[in-house]
């Protein structure tokens, strides 16, 4: 979701703050049920073939992205692609496509986009917790014994911490290696971000006017961060930043 939950508050959310009843009694329309099992942590704001340093600078880009995020983009001018993983660094070198978001430094580093679009843009709002699901059909799930649910529950939640924690293992020295390999970081600027958010929220209001579905899960959510963010703001944000600005001392 873009302007979403980070990944610690899709966890609250999903195993303590209602989520995962709500989604759930959703997917049953699909004959599916699913349980949180993974998580790449904020990801990337992508790979750009010039700076971005407006939202007019968006305007008539050629960008693979796509679902909510390809919306937004596309109410600020910007031209979603979405194509396969395979064809981004040939469309990219040819001018085909003028950026491309993919995942973050430990995924993106394999794919060498660094060498055909310098700019390496952050944050990608549009994925700022971006959670997988085990996906099982329901009349399955429903015929297991109560101790293979478990089972199952285990593993989907190991795989949860599991892929956070690499993510976050992996990142650090792979953005290294992308900066030494000619990466240039830059920020979205204020500027962007607010003209990102704002189209976003516009996406939304369309949306939940028109699907009862969404907007039960959306309400609940943003309530949810919320609250979320006033604790955040309270302790982790501010414990977080003066960390960052001490590492420099030892």
Known sequence: MPFGLNSRMQNAWQFHGGGMDLLNDFYKKFNIHGIPAGNTGCQMGGWFRKEIKTPEDLKGLKMRIGGFAGKVMSKLGLVPQQIAGGDIYPSLEKGTLDAAEWV?????????????????????????????????NLDKWNSLPKGYQSIIRTASEMSNTWMQSKYDAGN???????????????????????????????????????????KKVYDNMVAFRNDEYLWWQVAEYTYDTYMIRARSKT
């Open 104 to 136: 973050g430094p430990y995924d993106d580093e394999k794919l060498g986009f660094q060498k055909v679009a310098q700019f390496y843009y952050y944050p990608g709002w549009w994925e700022g917790g971006a959670m997988l699901h085990n996906f099982i």
């Open 172 to 214: 650090p020295a792979a953005l290294k290696r992308l900066v030494a390999g000619g990466a240039q970081l830059r920020p979205f600027s204020s500027q962007v971000l607010d003209a990102c958010y704002n189209a976003a929220i516009e996406v939304y209001k369309e949306t939940t006017a028109a699907n009862a579905d969404f």
